[in-house]
């Protein structure tokens, strides 16, 4: 697992994976710039409609706010789908650079199966955390437990979505990570997501890691 995450690092000098990493991080930043601006147009024509003094003040508190919750509750599925959209070139760099071996039986799934996959990431994550939604509310007496269960939940979550992309292009026999270092994978990546900054390299750091663990021997 660690020498994983130190490859995943290495992956990092590889022009293709940097470019990769850029683009994830500007369309983030742009998708959350885009809720902001929305929200703000919609709750000053709300408040205008309401005759609310001051509208375009809470107008702009408002949309700062949700902005900001909405990134606690949603970057993660905001990033992986993003992700989902240049994974393949991800892992075409990672195994060009390390795995040849590999990169010459892989089968690059099609724009289609890529965005069915993603979908059904998006649809996952958000229907576990809505079901998981009467436990962390439960748990949240216990000051800790909240944070424990939405880190499990979305750390399954995450490794089995970083699984799918190795499946997809080697097929289940040589593509699938076992349950362990799945979950690892996946806790790596959910708490490094709830890091300011780190998060949003994060989700192409994990996906090469993902591609390393598969490659190198450290599956099981």
Known sequence: MFQSLMLSFQSLSDR???AVMVKVVLLTIISFLALGVGLWFALQWLFAWLH???????????????IVLSGALLFR???????????????????????PQH???GKRPSFGAGLKMAM???????GYNLLALPLYLLLLFTGVGTAIAFLLINALL????????????????????NKLPRLMLGLLGTAGMLVPFVNLLVPV?????AVHLVHSGNRS
């Open 120 to 126: 059904k990431s998006i649809v996952r994550v958000a």
């Open 103 to 105: 990169a010459a039986f």
């Open 158 to 177: 995450l490794g089995r979505d970083l699984e799918d992309m190795l499946i997809a292009r080697h097929g289940k026999s040589k593509g699938a990570i």
């Open 52 to 66: 609310v003094e001051d509208g375009g003040f809470w107008s702009g508190l408002l949309s700062v706010a949700i």
């Open 16 to 18: 293709r994976i940097a």
């Open 77 to 99: 599925v905001v990033t992986v789908a993003i992700t989902w959209i240049f994974a393949d070139d991800v892992i075409d760099a990672v195994e060009d650079q390390f795995y």
């Open 205 to 209: 750091l994990a996906t090469a890691m």
